[in-house]
């Protein structure tokens, strides 16, 4: 096997679901080529570079194996190899998105806070 269609790819190497989801990734302009826009029907080959953009990650990686089949999430890894660099920015991402998280209050006040806004408001009202 010397070409595969993206879509299946896509899904063989368990990036997605369903190829019909690879397919509304693809023509959202989620997934690139070298760097390029595809389209789903699209052959790959091996040693194509992919940019993948998945909720807030996005990987870059290598193609290495070429499959149509979804086997076992193990199987899936071979088929690719995700550059360094990708996996430092990810992790990197990450954990300024987890340090911003813990900063940010809720907008809801908890109950402690509540019974001080109800004391501050009889207090100011008498």
């Known amino acids: 096997m010397d070409k595969v269609r993206i879509d299946k790819w896509l899904w063989a190497a368990r990036f997605f679901k369903t190829r019909s989801l690879a397919k509304q ?18 052959e790959i080959s091996l040693g194509i570079t992919l940019t993948i953009r998945q909720g807030w990650d996005e990987k870059v990686v290598e193609v290495i194996a070429l499959s149509d089949q979804r086997r076992g999430a193990d ?27 813990a900063t ?18 009889r207090e100011s009202q008498n």
């Open 25 to 42: 990734a693809i023509e959202g302009g989620k997934i690139h080529a070298d760097g390029q826009r595809i389209k789903a029907s699209k």
């Open 75 to 101: 199987v899936a890894q071979t088929l690719y190899r995700e550059t360094e660099e990708s996996i430092s920015k990810r992790e990197q991402f990450a954990a300024e998105r987890k340090t911003n998280n």
């Open 104 to 121: 940010i209050q809720s907008e809801r006040p908890n109950k402690k806070q509540r019974r001080q806004i109800h004391r501050f408001i």
